[in-house]
Each structure stands twice: as structure tokens, then as C-alpha cells.
């Protein structure tokens, strides 16, 4: 993330979302660039979130679809081992996509302060809302990793920078809307699946920054809640 002058802004930066999971590598083996041939712990699940056949045993086209996969959203090694990483991110998407279009279901985000940004950090997910109607979203982000965790609590938005530059780590962190110390939402060139997570901003889709810079101005709550899965 960045810092913003002399504020006293909390050195945090983006990376390179997991998304968002930082999960244990486990006991995957030493793996090359090529595919390996050695099934995975989570192989079978993989296997079908994939479309792939449900056998539970490594094949050339398994390892094919694992390793395409891994490459697009930064895991690494991506050698095509279904290991925990990698179906981490896979149970992630599955629950982003069970959702639909009622984030706020356990009511957790205030629907008292009018127009409000929403952060779930256990599902890695964020919308806006003014009081229960859905305004934008849910969309899903990248949040802050173990130790660099985003922190949780009732804010606001109190400095936009559309071009802002991290001067900590001289990093782009476009459409900024800072809400916490050094913590802001931002647009990121990596998948929002992409492990570990960020320094502790929630990174978003160009897309996504755009409308809400769009949408937020300063002074708007934001409200983040939940636990990152791994932190």
C-alpha cells in the first residue's frame, strides 16, 4: 500500500488477491517447470471444479487444466499439483458465486448509515449499499495477507488520489480512496485470486475502482468485518 506524506500513514502496499487465501502449501513435492504426475491431496475436487473427469488420479489433461489455471491467477509453483493452494482459491470462488446478489444476508454491514462500502474479508468480497439497497457489487477483492492483514471496524474515506504512487514501495495504486492509515481501495494488475493477498489494501478490478470512485466521495463509511481465511 502507500504512505500519504507525513501522516503517519501505516507503510502497507499492494503486491503483486490471493486472492485471496493464504493457505498452507502442505506437502506438495518439488516440482518442475514441466507438469507433474504426482495427485494432488485435493485432487478430486479440483478435478471437478474444473470440468475435468472425477477420478481422483493425475492425468496429462488434469495437470494441463491445473497448471492453465494456477498461471492466471499467480499460484505458484503452477506445475499442476492439486494441492491446497490451489483448491483454496477454488473454494473461495465457489462461495463468492453462492452469495449472488445478497452479500449483506447476516446483516453484518450497518444498513444505518446510508450510503456505505462494505469489506467481508472471510469471503474476500465488497459492495456498496445505501441502508438495505444494493447499490454495486458484491465484487470480489483482494484483501491484506498474514501479517499485513486489513484491518477491521467502522471508517471513512478521508484522501482520494486517482494516480496515486506508493512512495514506500514506488508502486501504482490507481483510483486511491484511503479509509484506514495507509489502507485503501485501488485497483490492481493481478488476479483478485492471486496468493498471498495485498499489504493490506483491498485491491480491486480497474473495473471495480473506477465505479467506485464513481460512486464514493470522502466522508462515505466504509465498514470491514470478518477474518481472511489464513490470517
Known sequence: MGDIGRRGA???????????LTLALGTAPAQAASCTTSTGPYQKQVEKFLGRTV??????????????FQTKHGITPNAGYAGSVTWGVMDLMNKQKAVGKNPNKDGKCPTNKGRIACVNLTLQLSWIQDGKKLVYGPVPVRTGRNGDETRTGLKKIYWRNIDHVSSIYHVPMPYAQFFDGGQ???????????????????????????KYWSLLKKGDDVFVYGRKPGT
Open 10 to 20: 501505516v507503510a502497507l502496499t499492494i503486491t503483486a488477491l490471493l486472492t485471496p
Open 184 to 210: 485503501a481501495f485501488h485497483s490492481a494488475g493481478v488476479s483478485m485470486w492471486n496468493p498471498p493477498g495485498s499489504r493490506g489494501c483491498v485491491n480491486m478490478t480497474k473495473t471495480d475502482a473506477k
Open 55 to 68: 477420478d481422483g488420479k493425475q492425468s496429462a489433461g488434469d495437470c494441463k487444466a491445473i497448471k492453465a
